[in-house]
C-alpha cells in the first residue's frame, strides 16, 4: 500500500470515528441530561410542592466551570440561593419547566437553597 493511500486510509478512518462519537457498543456515551445537553452539564431536577421541596439535602458531584442546570416545577413563588463565590440567585415563579444556568469557579462546597421554605436542595461538591 502506498503512503496516500495509507493517509486516505487514517484520514477516512478519524472521520468515521468522529462523526460516530466514538463509543463502542458496550460503552454507552457519558450524559448527564437530555440527549440534546453536553456530557459536561450537569442537570438537577428540582419539584417544589404543598411546602415540600424534592430532592433535599442530597449532595450533587460538579466539575469546576462545568455547567449546572437547575430544572424547576413548583406551586409557589421562592428564590433559589447558590452559595458560591460569585453567589446566584435565581427567582422561582409558580410554574413549570422553570431552568436556571450557572457555573461554579471555585472548588469546594456550594449549597443550593431555597430561601423562603429554608431548604438546601443539594450542596455540590465541586472539584478540579
Do not use: K, W
Not at 484520514?11 to 462519537?21: D, H, I, Q, R
Not at 448527564?32 to 450533587?60: C, H, Y
Amino acid at each position: 500500500m502506498t503512503h496516500r493511500r495509507l493517509r486516505y486510509g487514517l484520514v477516512m478512518v478519524a472521520a468515521v470515528s468522529l462523526l460516530t462519537g466514538c463509543a463502542s457498543a458496550d460503552e454507552p456515551a457519558a450524559t448527564t441530561g437530555p440527549a440534546d445537553e453536553p456530557a459536561s452539564t450537569r442537570t438537577i431536577d428540582i419539584r417544589i410542592a404543598n411546602g415540600a421541596v424534592s430532592p433535599a439535602n442530597t449532595r450533587t458531584e460538579a466539575e469546576v466551570g462545568q455547567r449546572i442546570v437547575l430544572r424547576v416545577d413548583s406551586d409557589t413563588t421562592d428564590e433559589l440561593h447558590v452559595h458560591s463565590a460569585p453567589a446566584h440567585t435565581f427567582p422561582v415563579a409558580a410554574a413549570v419547566g422553570q431552568e436556571f444556568a450557572f457555573t461554579v469557579t471555585v472548588p469546594g462546597q456550594v449549597e443550593i437553597e431555597l430561601h423562603h421554605l429554608g431548604r438546601t436542595v443539594t450542596t455540590l461538591l465541586v472539584r478540579r
